[in-house]
């Protein structure tokens, strides 16, 4: 079966840097995606990777492994308006999209 | 301001009743979605459409149907609701078919089926 895995809750104090990891086990690989979702609103995308490596944007960190089934995201200087769920998606050989449940980020001041 | 707007942002409707959710977007992007979010499970495909005047099934498809008569509009009905179809419904659009581009989300829709 097709399976993504992310921790279901993380806690980090403000201006810390905390990981988010994401492994995933999918029949096909297309890439993988980040999104951010504040409480009761649409998720919004942060980061794209389809080769294996880092992508920086700003505060925001993306790695991926293919060969591990491994990514992570990676936040720099927490702010609180980074408390958020974090989705890690990966595009399948079907070019459909294969979501986790997303990972609770919990910023204590 | 350019995006997708869904109607209506919440809604509480007795169980066998038909209800439509909208979906309009303003991108003139080809590609539209339908997914439900429940607590603990990641959003999940209900109907997609690669284009209009097309439309397929995802992952959880039963007890919902969908149209694309044009690019704009993607509504999703229930025709018979039930309370396993509680759940946040949004629906998101890319510029591309083949999927690999990112998706703009609506909203959403909140519904309850008591």
């Known amino acids: 079966g097709q399976n993504i895995d992310q921790p279901t809750e993380m806690t980090a104090t403000e201006g810390a840097i905390v990981q988010i990891n994401c492994t995933y086990q999918?029949?096909?690989?297309?890439?993988l995606f980040w999104y951010q979702q504040h409480a009761g609103e649409a998720p919004t995308f942060l980061s794209y990777?389809?080769l294996d490596g880092l992508e920086e944007k700003g505060r925001f960190s993306s790695f991926l492994s293919r060969s591990k089934g491994y990514s992570y995201l990676l936040l720099k200087e927490l702010q609180m308006k980074d408390s958020a769920s974090y989705l890690c998606?990966?595009?399948?050989?079907?070019?459909?999209?294969?979501w986790g449940a997303g990972t609770k980020l919990i910023i204590k001041p | 301001i350019a995006g997708i707007t869904q109607a209506p942002t919440s809604q509480i409707l007795a169980a066998g009743r038909r209800m439509t959710l909208r979906c309009t977007q303003d991108?003139?992007?080809?590609?539209m979605y339908w997914y439900r979010q429940d607590l603990g499970l990641g959003l999940r495909l209900i109907h997609y459409?690669?284009?209009?005047?097309?439309?397929g099934k995802g992952e959880v498809p039963d007890g919902y149907s969908v149209s694309r008569a044009n690019t704009d509009d993607f509504p999703l009905t229930l025709a018979s609701a039930v309370p396993s179809q509680t759940s946040v419904y949004f629906c998101?659009?890319?510029?591309?078919?083949?999927?690999?581009?990112?998706?703009?989300f609506g909203a959403g829709s909140r519904l309850t089926v008591l």
């Open positions: 990777n389809v």
């Open positions: 459409s690669n284009t209009a005047g097309t439309t």
């Open positions: 991108m003139r992007h080809n590609a």
């Open positions: 999918t029949s096909g690989f297309n890439g």
């Open positions: 998101a659009s890319s510029d591309g078919v083949s999927g690999a581009n990112v998706l703009t």
């Open positions: 998606a990966v595009l399948g050989s079907n070019y459909q999209l294969i």
